[in-house]
C-alpha cells in the first residue's frame, strides 16, 4: 500500500459515514440551523456557523451545492443514460419531525428497493418532504418537492435522491396511508432540537412511488441542509405528479410555521452540466 493511504481510505470512510448519517436523518455534529432567510442561522449564514458546514458556502466557485434552477433549454440530452426502474416492496416505517421536515424511515430488517445510476446500486433508506419545492424548473418552484433518499449498497457513503415535484390537483393515492400518523404528529408538542416527534406507521405500501420514471434531469449536487456534504447523484423527474391542498396542508401541519417553508435557496451551478434523459412514449411536464 502506498505510504499514507491507510489513513487517507480511513479519512474517506469516516466522511463517508457521516454524510450518511446526516441524510439517513441522524443529527449533524455541528449547531442549530434553520431555513428562514435573514436570520442569524438562516441558510446564507451555514457556512459561518461552523467549520464542519463549510461546503455550505455555494457561492464559492469550487463548489457544487444543491439545489439549482433546471434551465430546460440549457440540458443536455444523454439517451445513453439508464431508465430509474425501481422496486419497491411494502415496508414498515416511521413518520419523523424533526421541527425542520417531515421524514420517513424504514425501520424494517428487509431491503426496501434499489435503483440503478451509473451502474451502481443504491438502495432507498429514507423520503423527505420540502415545502416549496427545492428544485426550480426555468426559475418555477412548485408546492412540494419528495425526495427518496438512497444509499450505496457498496458502503462508499454515496447517495443518489431522486426528486420529484407536485402541483396541487388530483389527490394521490400515496399520502391516504400518512393521513393518522400526520396528524398525531401535529398534535405533538416535542421540544424540537431537543427531541424529535415520531409516529410509526406499520406497513407502508410503495408501488405508488415506483411508476414508470420516463424522464428526468441529472447532475452531481450536495445535500440541502448542513453539511451540505457534495458528490449527490440528483435525479429530478421530468413528470410533476399532483396532490390536493388539504394533502399539501396535511403535510404542513406538524411543523412549527417556521419551518413549513423549509426549501434551501438555488445554489449557482458553477459550470455544472445538467443532463435529460427523454426516453420514447415518456411525460415531461415541462417545455424543452
Known amino acids: 500500500m502506498v505510504p499514507g493511504m491507510a489513513s487517507r481510505i480511513v479519512l474517506f470512510v469516516a466522511v463517508a ?30 457556512a459561518k456557523l461552523s467549520p464542519k458546514y463549510g461546503a455550505c458556502n455555494g457561492g464559492a466557485p469550487v463548489r457544487k451545492q444543491s439545489p439549482i434552477d433546471i434551465v430546460t433549454k440549457n440540458a443536455v440530452s444523454r439517451p445513453d443514460l439508464e431508465s430509474l426502474n425501481r422496486t419497491y416492496v411494502a415496508s414498515d416505517a416511521t413518520l419523523i419531525n424533526n421541527g425542520k421536515e417531515i ?3 424504514f425501520t424494517g430488517k428487509g431491503k426496501v428497493g434499489s435503483v440503478s445510476i451509473g451502474g451502481k ?24 418537492e419528495v425526495q427518496l433518499v438512497h444509499e450505496s449498497d457498496a458502503g462508499t457513503g454515496e447517495l443518489a435522491i431522486i426528486a420529484i415535484l407536485y402541483k ?35 406497513l407502508v405500501h410503495l408501488r405508488s412511488l415506483q411508476k414508470r420514471t420516463g424522464s428526468y434531469f441529472r447532475y452531481m449536487g450536495s445535500l440541502t ?49 445538467v443532463t435529460f434523459y427523454n426516453p420514447p412514449n415518456s411525460t415531461i411536464s415541462f417545455q424543452m
Not at 24 to 38: E, K, N
Not at 131 to 137: D, R
Not at 225 to 236: G, K, Q, S
Request: charged share 20%; hydrophobic share 35%; net charge positive.
Open 121 to 144: 446500486s443504491f438502495s432507498l433508506k429514507k423520503l423527505q418532504w420540502r415545502t416549496p419545492s427545492e428544485h426550480t424548473i426555468n426559475g418555477k418552484r412548485h408546492p412540494l
Open 17 to 46: 459515514a457521516s454524510t450518511v448519517a446526516v441524510a439517513l436523518g441522524q443529527p449533524p455534529v455541528g449547531p442549530d440551523y434553520s431555513y428562514v432567510p435573514g436570520t442569524k442561522l438562516g441558510p446564507e449564514n451555514w
Open 225 to 273: 441542509a448542513p453539511p451540505c456534504t457534495e458528490n449527490v447523484y440528483w435525479n429530478v423527474l421530468g413528470k410533476v405528479r399532483q396532490m390536493t391542498k388539504e394533502q399539501l396542508d396535511m403535510l404542513l401541519a406538524p411543523l412549527p410555521p417556521a419551518a413549513r417553508q423549509n426549501a434551501r435557496p438555488v445554489q449557482p451551478l458553477n459550470g455544472r452540466v
Open 103 to 105: 421524514s420517513m424511515m
Open 168 to 202: 396541487v390537483g388530483a389527490p394521490d393515492s400515496f399520502y391516504f396511508q400518512l393521513k393518522r400518523e400526520l396528524a398525531e404528529l401535529a398534535g405533538d408538542r416535542c421540544n424540537y432540537g431537543v427531541e424529535d416527534a415520531s409516529s410509526p406507521m406499520g
